[in-house]
Every structure is written in C-alpha cells, then in structure tokens.
C-alpha cells in the first residue's frame, strides 16, 4: 500500500517568492495534517483537515501561509511571500479520523524548503 | 497546554550496549502517547501508540512502556542499523488540546557504534 507522498523533495527560494508543497494522503484517510519541522525539533501542527474542513488552523501563520483540501484528498500547503524564518522541513501525515480509535498518523517524506 | 520533554538529547552506544531513551510528559487527558522514528532526511516513522499506564509494546529490539507521567523505550542489544532520531509525542483528549493534535518532544538522537 503507498504511503503519504509529498512533492516536492526540495524547494530553494528566494525570500519574498512564493511556494507550494503538494500532499496525497493514504488512501481511506479522511484527516489530513501538515507540520512544520525546524532543525533539531519535533514536528509542530500548522493545519489539520477533516476531509474539506479545516477544523484546526490555529498555529497556521494565516498573513503568509495558506492551505487548501479540494474534493477531501489532496492538500496543498502555500507560503506568499516566504521569509528566511520559514526554512524548515514541511511534512504532511494522514490518519483516519479522531475518535475512529485508528488515530494513528502516517508521515510523508517531508519537503525540505530552503529561503536564502 | 500539553508537553512533552525527551532526555537524553543524543546517546552513542556500542553495539549490543542495551539503553533506554526517556518521555516525560503533562497532557490534559492523555488520550494515546505515540513512539516514531526518524532517519536523516525522512519522515517520522510510526512505532508503536499506548493508551494506559501499565501497557507494553514490543517490536524486534524495542519495547515502550507507560506510566501516568512518562514513557521509556528500552533497546535490546542495539544494531548500527538503530540509529536514527526517535520522536515521542503525545495526544491529548481535553479541551483545550483536543481533536487529533500531537505534541511532540525534540527527540533523542541514537548512535549505535559497531
């Protein structure tokens, strides 16, 4: 079975261009999530759907960052303008949805994004 | 607000040197406390989830335990092939820390040496 796949691998931007980072969740799974993970630290939640909804939004730095689900499968996670700050890894995970008890998320690769 | 905190940051051991890496956690409702892990350029790879204190898992050389305020992942007779970032996080079912948000630690960085 495929797992979370993410594209791309690797983005390398110049500050105040934009980017996007495309995810396809595995298949079946309703929840989808995307992280960001800073060198030397755990993931930290930006945004998590259900199906179409984004039901938490609250870490997502919504002036630069935006992010949609059409049709509740795939994601893509937009940064306009990026800042040098948000060199960081972004990955995306999956699971089946909260209170289903099958919880558990599954990780993508990760896009490792550079801004010089 | 939920937190976890892992110790130690990084540990080298021999092969075979058997250890534990540590998980203390504060979580309203400690809904599940999940185990992955992280080679260099990957993503997390999930380990194992325990939901109650008392509960053990086991998967090759690595066993998780939990209790009500930590969880330990003790390796067996580490191989090279061990090394890797090991992630604890945590999901809590309060209120505040509700729906299906991990909490995760910053991780200890294993090195297994031959």
């Known amino acids: 079975e495929a797992g979370v796949v993410q594209s791309p691998r690797y983005k390398i931007i110049e500050k105040k261009q934009p980017v996007a980072f495309w995810c396809n969740p595995i298949?079946?799974?309703?929840?989808l999530y995307w992280y960001r993970q800073n060198l030397g630290q755990g993931p930290e939640l930006l945004i998590r759907?259900?199906?179409?909804?984004?039901?938490?939004d609250s870490q997502l730095p919504k002036d630069r960052f935006s992010a949609e689900r059409l049709k509740g499968v795939d994601s893509t996670l937009k940064i306009q303008p990026a800042e040098l700050g948000d060199s960081a890894v972004y990955l995306c995970?999956?699971?089946?949805?909260?209170?289903?008890?099958?919880?558990?998320?599954?990780f993508g690769p990760g896009t490792r994004l550079l801004v010089l | 607000e939920d937190q976890v905190t892992q110790s130690p940051e990084a540990l080298r051991l021999q092969e075979g040197e058997s250890s534990s890496l540590n998980c203390s956690y504060t979580?309203?409702?400690?809904?599940?406390l999940f185990w992955y892990r992280q080679d260099p350029g990957k993503g997390p790879e999930f380990l194992f989830t325990?939901?109650?204190a008392g509960e053990e898992k086991e998967k090759e050389r690595l066993k998780a335990t939990l209790t009500k305020k930590e969880s330990f992942l003790h390796i067996t007779a580490p191989k090279p092939e061990d090394s890797a970032t090991y992630l604890c996080?945590?999901?809590?079912?309060?209120?505040?820390?509700?729906?299906?948000?991990?909490?995760f630690g910053t991780g200890t960085q294993l090195k297994v040496e031959l």
């Open positions: 995970a999956s699971s089946f949805p909260w209170g289903s008890r099958q919880e558990t998320q599954y």
């Open positions: 298949s079946g799974h309703n929840t």
């Open positions: 759907y259900e199906n179409e909804e984004a039901v938490d």
């Open positions: 979580v309203s409702g400690l809904r599940g």
């Open positions: 325990l939901y109650s």
């Open positions: 996080a945590v999901q809590g079912g309060g209120l505040t820390g509700g729906g299906n948000k991990l909490t």
